[in-house]
Structures are given as structure tokens and as C-alpha cells.
């Protein structure tokens, strides 16, 4: 652990600074809860979940266990202010705190201040402070919709001396799928089971059906590029530009995967088009006078999904390794994705194998078939109802996670 406590010592100022920052962008984020100052709090099940994308996933997981367990005291953790936002908003009958970074200190302090059992940690968070007292004061420890690309697990097998023991801290690995669950044993996981990804189980919130953002769209075609990383923005703006001169009136929907790339994408977007909007600052009804609409808002990315005539996955043009297709799967949306995606392989390429996605190797083949796809509507509707077809039939998984955990 003696390498884990010098890169930590290293990277300490940056922390700082980090943690500063979300002091002065959000006036609700909690410093002190970040450094480990936590008020005293019970709760029979602690979830862990990095920020909002696993504040979502874990939805459908927590009203199964809610509907089991209706007046268990539940403590969420996030790392980030727009995950605490999200939890206010999706499980408003849940304690938060701020997970303390990972200084031993730091955590100790916290835990001092927690009286709970079990701890869930959403994916792949292992911090080893954390991990480690967690252990020493009795919590059991299980990942769930534990994955690992075979990149990050080479990574893993490189520092063995600090990712052997590691692997051996959580009581159980929950796994998303079967190579998954070989990377995490062939690392030294005590037990590793597959139970599938719980992201299958989202289901579609009542608020995106009722409102169905669709059917207020007037423009005769739009396309929504959900959870965009800088590099992307550029290659999907100017593919659009290639698709207004085919359809002059074509919006594209492009949705930056963290907030503060709002303002720098919008600025991006007004250099390469004259009519660009925010969308919160213009009503859904007005989108239609623009090319480019900004998604600049958090926990609506099923909503702009479901605007879509055509979803793009981000992250998944540039090596970060891609987002989860299963959204825009569950809408029935005809779906896009780049070449790279690692994060969520096995699920992509079973999809792929459905037909309900189709890959784009480059900029060059993403325009190609984004300009076909604007003028074949059942093609389109074809590839979505494979695609919702493929996310029903895997759905499950939080009814298996649910039978492995010991509650009691």
C-alpha cells in the first residue's frame, strides 16, 4: 500500500483544488463532508455510487429493495455535487452524504460517525481507505455490476503488489458479465458471481413518458448524441453540418456528459452554426428554429433520448470507452455508437449482434449512415424495436443481485 499512499500524497494538492472548486460552483456541496467531517447516521444499507450515471443505474435495485425492506434507513454516498442532486431528486427519502476522500484519516473520521452493516458500491469505485476500514469496523462489502475492461485489467496486473490485496477486501463481486468475472478472479477476488447488469433494469421514468418530448418536436429530423466528451463535439458537429445541407431544418441534440463542458461546447457549436440554443433557455416548442441544441441540464438524458429520431452513444469516438446503450435501447431508438467501447463491450456487441445498433468506425462512416438513416424511418424503427427487444429480454439482474446479498 506504501505506493497507493504516495501517488495519494502526490495527487493531494489536485484533490484540494477539486474539492474547492465544487465548494464555489455549488452552493449545497458539503466540503467538510468530503474531508471526512460527516453528522452521526444510521442506516441498514449504504449505497455507494460515484455520480449520477450510477444514481440512475441503481434505481431500480433500490425500489426492489425498498419494496422488500420498506422502513430500512438507506444512506447514499456520491463523490460529486450533481450526484447529490440527483439523489435528492430520485430517492428523496434517502440520507446523503459526500464520500470522504480517500485519506485514511479522512475516512476513519467519517466512519466513526456511521452505524451500518453493509455497504454497495455501484461499479468499480475501490478506493483502498475506504475498502480497508470499512473492513475493520465489521461492514460487509459487495460491488455491484462490478465490470473491468480487459485495458483496465491489464493495468490491474501490472501494480499486482497493490491490486491482489485489493481485490481481496470486497466480500462478494457482483459481476456484469462472465469476462468481467474472469478479470476480477484472475486479480484474486474471493468470490465473484455473474448476475448481469443492473442497467438493463432501468425502466423508463413515468416523467419521459408523459411528457414525451417527441411528440413536441417539429423539426422534420433530430438526432441526439447523449454523454459527449471533448474530441467528439467537433467530429458530431460538423458530420450535422453535412446533414443540414441534405435537410435543412435538422436539429442535432448534443448532450455533454459533464457539466462543466456546457458552456465551452455551446461556444463550440455558435462557431460552426448561426442558430444555437441552451436548452435551458429556450422552450421545447422553439427548438425547431434552431440547428443545435445544447443539453445543458442533468438527469434528463432519457428525455433528450426519447426526442431522438436517431441516439449516438458518446464516448465512444474517442478512447474513453463509451456509455450505456441501454437507454436509448429501452426507448426503442435506433442507436449509434463509435468504435471504442470497452466500458460496456460485451453489452454493445451483443446489441450490435441484434441489430439493434450499428458501429461507425470513423467521422466518415458516421455521416454516411446518419444521412441514410434521415431518410429511411422504418429502417430506423426496425433497428429500434430490435433494440428494445434485446434490453427487455436481458433485464433480471436486480432480482439475482438481490437473491446473492444477505440483508439481514
Known amino acids: 500500500m506504501w505506493l497507493y499512499r504516495l501517488l495519494l500524497w502526490v495527487a493531494t494538492p489536485l484533490i484540494l483544488v477539486k474539492v474547492q472548486r465544487f465548494k464555489k460552483d455549488y452552493a449545497h456541496y458539503r466540503a467538510k463532508e468530503a474531508l471526512g467531517v460527516w453528522p452521526s447516521v444510521k442506516a441498514d444499507l449504504w449505497i455507494h455510487c460515484a455520480s449520477v450515471g450510477e444514481v440512475l443505474a441503481v434505481r431500480p435495485l433500490v425500489e426492489q429493495w425498498r419494496a422488500k425492506y420498506p422502513n430500512r434507513p438507506l444512506l447514499i454516498t456520491t463523490m460529486t455535487p450533481t450526484g447529490a442532486e440527483q439523489v435528492a431528486k430520485t430517492f428523496p427519502f434517502a440520507e446523503h452524504r459526500y464520500l470522504p476522500m480517500d485519506w485514511r484519516c479522512s475516512v476513519r473520521r467519517a466512519l466513526k460517525r456511521l452505524e451500518c452493516r453493509h455497504l454497495l458500491i455501484v461499479e468499480t469505485e475501490l478506493w483502498p481507505n475506504l475498502l480497508r476500514q470499512a473492513k475493520r469496523k465489521g461492514i460487509k462489502v459487495d460491488i455491484v455490476n462490478a465490470r473491468m475492461s480487459e485495458r483496465s485489467f491489464r493495468r490491474y496486473e501490472k501494480f499486482s503488489m497493490v491490486s491482489r490485496p485489493l481485490m481481496q477486501l470486497p466480500d462478494t463481486f457482483l459481476a456484469h458479465a462472465q469476462a468481467d468475472a474472469d478479470r476480477f478472479a484472475a486479480l484474486g477476488a474471493k468470490q465473484v458471481i455473474v448476475t448481469g447488469s443492473i442497467k438493463f433494469d432501468l425502466t423508463v421514468p413515468e416523467a419521459v413518458v408523459a411528457d414525451n418530448w417527441q411528440t413536441q418536436m417539429t423539426s422534420p429530423f433530430v438526432w441526439v448524441a447523449g454523454s459527449t466528451h471533448q474530441g467528439e463535439d467537433e467530429i458530431l458537429l460538423t458530420v450535422h453540418r453535412q446533414l443540414v445541407e441534405k435537410i435543412p431544418g435538422a436539429l442535432l441534440v448534443l448532450v455533454p456528459r459533464h457539466p462543466e463542458r456546457f458552456a465551452a461546447t455551446f461556444e463550440l457549436a455558435k462557431s460552426m452554426f448561426d442558430k444555437v440554443a441552451l436548452r435551458s433557455g429556450v422552450e421545447l416548442s422553439q427548438w425547431a428554429d434552431f440547428n443545435v441544441v445544447i443539453g445543458d441540464t442533468m438527469g434528463e438524458l432519457m428525455h433528450y433520448y426519447q426526442a431522438a429520431d436517431l441516439a ?82 436481458n433485464q433480471g439482474a436486480v432480482t439475482r443481485v438481490l437473491s446473492e446479498i444477505d440483508f439481514r
Open 312 to 393: 449516438f452513444v458518446g464516448g465512444s469516438l474517442i478512447r474513453r470507452g463509451g456509455h450505456n446503450p441501454i437507454e436509448p435501447a429501452l426507448l426503442g431508438k435506433a442507436t449509434l455508437v463509435g468504435p471504442h467501447t470497452f466500458n460496456f463491450a460485451e453489452i454493445t456487441e451483443q446489441l450490435l449482434r441484434a441489430n439493434g445498433a450499428i458501429r461507425c468506425q470513423d467521422e466518415a462512416q458516421l455521416a454516411e449512415v446518419v444521412l441514410s438513416l434521415s431518410g429511411k424511418a422504418s429502417q430506423r424503427h426496425r433497428l429500434g424495436q430490435a433494440a428494445m427487444r434485446f434490453a427487455q429480454q
